[in-house]
């Protein structure tokens, strides 16, 4: 079972660069999400999607863009990279279907943005 | 709207001391609570969760009770090891939910 895998596990930017994290899992969850995480601020929702289709904002969602085409895949797009971005970034999915189970995480990217 | 709150600062033990890791949280209704754990370099781990009051979650010698009346979940365990040492997560998911909220994480070091 691979569970939730994100791609790249490290990246360097420069300041202005775009460039997409992968997130994919195949546990045919509803709900996937994006949280980065920083020093003393624990993690931050981004954005999140409850399906196909349907995406929403969370807690920080400047500067970052999303879509769900399918169950499987939530790609987090930076479009003009800022060195504020730098940061590790997680990839989460969970389903109703699975009870009060939290959540299942990938590994995470560590973003450097220069 | 939803928040959970835990200790910031870094918490040193040495090995086999007691460790209690507070969080309280303020949601509306019912949430479920969960303490997830992240080693170095890895992704997070659930380590716990309790879905109602009073019940009490468990798992690797940890511990942590839903008090609905003081809005607390608190993590316990009564000998720690050096294996132990990682950053804690306090988090809850809103009743009817999928959302998860963070608390800030704590920093365990257990030295031997």
């Known amino acids: 079972n691979a569970g939730v895998t994100q791609t790249p596990k490290f990246q360097v930017l420069k300041t202005g660069q775009s460039m997409t994290l992968q997130c994919a899992q195949d546990m045919n969850h509803e709900y996937m999400s994006w949280y980065r995480q920083d020093p003393g601020m624990g993690l931050r929702l981004i954005h999140y999607?409850?399906?196909?289709?349907?995406?929403d904002q969370g807690e920080v969602p400047n500067g970052y863009n999303v879509s769900r085409s399918t169950t499987e895949d939530f790609p987090l797009r930076l479009l003009s990279a800022a060195p504020s971005q730098t940061s590790v970034y997680f990839c989460?999915?969970?389903?109703?279907?699975?009870?009060?189970?939290?959540?299942?995480f990938g590994s995470g990217t560590r973003l450097t943005v220069v | 709207g939803d928040s959970v709150t835990q200790m910031e600062r870094p918490v040193t033990l040495s090995e086999e001391a007691f460790l209690t890791i507070n969080c309280t949280y303020t949601?509306?209704?019912?949430?479920?609570l969960f303490w997830y754990v992240q080693y170095p370099g890895e992704g997070l781990q659930l380590l716990l969760k309790a879905t109602k009051a009073d019940d009490k979650g468990s798992n690797k010698g940890f511990e942590a009770t839903y008090r609905k009346e003081t809005t607390s979940f608190h993590l316990e365990k009564g000998s720690v090891q050096v294996s132990d040492s990682a950053v804690y997560f306090c988090?809850?998911?809103?009743?009817?939910?999928?959302?998860?909220?963070f608390g800030q994480g704590t920093r365990l070091t257990i030295n031997p």
């Open positions: 988090a809850l998911k809103g009743q009817g939910a999928q959302k998860l909220v």
């Open positions: 949601a509306t209704g019912y949430p479920s």
């Open positions: 999607s409850v399906g196909a289709g349907i995406t």
């Open positions: 989460a999915s969970s389903s109703p279907r699975t009870g009060n189970y939290g959540y299942t």
